[in-house]
């Protein structure tokens, strides 16, 4: 490849410590005190959980009636083999890349977590830059890591629907097995053309179309490049490779799926990559996971979510029996006919990454000093030293040097 991620090595007591930088109150809070007090509070529940959840790297809680178990939960990792859909999720591994052996100290340092509640509360979806340092050979190896995720909030907690976690770099066909495939399952074939279509309006198609994709602060693009990040009004600007469609897990978010107003998409697209310097053009099996909620087209950007809300009532919501009956249906329509006119499902945060094998990541990371990636054993003999590789720059940032011993 001709260029590389940013992967920094430094000497341990060189690596700034720091903690993890607390999310924010999200901008499209509503004005109201006690509702502004109830999102603060869900907001730093869900934090707390997240930063937790970095340390511990335990299995998640998959007890939930807020997702169709037909479509379930899902982890996607960096490996081509990461891939864990419901009930694998139980027995899933770490959801770190590499093979360590369990002595080996490790860190996990947040930089930029963001985190945005739904408009009507039931779901939260998150985005976070990790810094997963790895201490050997009296160093510290700093590989920077992308996560995104989705939350159900089902009663007094919440619940993970999927992770997706990726390590960027540029995209290009590398020999190596084929990724663990994704199955389809879906709540209908009417519901998956339907957001398959604001995908190819507001993501794969130039220009976007701004009627179908968010751009407020809650709105991110990821592309499988370390570069390839757009927030707000920028993901207008997102490009990504030419490619379809393949293998995809759509559901939502609640208890009855016609009131949902946050949907989900985790699958797999096969990316068209152009000829680059060095490597030949060809298709390359991209993982990709996608967060859309249902708004008013007329104020699909605005920053208050009563006025981009299209949830049922809430107190209808809590009268209504897991499966409404005809009669709870026509009796709601009147309600819901005027809303549900002037809303449209909106795309608000999309995911793309290409898997990487051990092998390669701990090739750009270590370099020379690699012996095994599996597991990792590195050359720490005398005046042996492990160099970060000449890397590409975060578009409009400068890349900071290097350190060796």
Known sequence: MNRLVIVLLCLTAGCPGGSSKPAALPKDSTSGSEDAATLAHM??????????????????????????????????GAGPDDVYIAGDLARAPSRWPLELDPSTPTRVRSKRLEIHIAADQTAAWMADELSWRIEM????????????????????????????????????????????????????????????????????????????????PSALVLGPDAGDEWHGAQVQKARMPAGKLEDRRVGTV????????????VGTYIADIPAQPGVPAGKVRMRVTHVFEKRRPATGNAASPDTRSCAVDSKDKADKPNKPNKSDKSDRSDKENGKAADCRWMLVQSHMSQPITDDELTKQVFGTALISSKPLELDCSEGARVRAPAVAPRRGVLPPAAQTP
């Open 43 to 76: 907001l730093s529940e869900l934090e707390d959980d997240i930063l937790t959840s970095y340390e511990r790297d335990e299995p998640p809680d998959l007890d939930t009636g807020m997702i169709d178990p037909r479509i379930g939960t899902a982890r996607i």
């Open 137 to 216: 050979c009296g160093r510290t190896a700093v590989i920077p890591l992308r996560i995104t995720a989705l939350y159900a909030h089902d009663g007094d907690r919440w619940v993970p629907v999927f992770e997706h976690l990726s390590f960027g770099f540029p995209p290009a066909p590398i020999d190596t097995p084929s990724p663990k495939p994704i199955k389809t399952a879906v709540l209908s074939g009417d519901f998956r053309d339907e957001l398959s279509g604001i995908l190819w309006r507001g993501l794969f198609r130039t220009p976007h179309d701004p009627l179908v994709a968010a751009q407020d």
């Open 254 to 265: 609640g208890r009855i799926p016609s009131d949902a107003t946050i949907a989900y998409w």
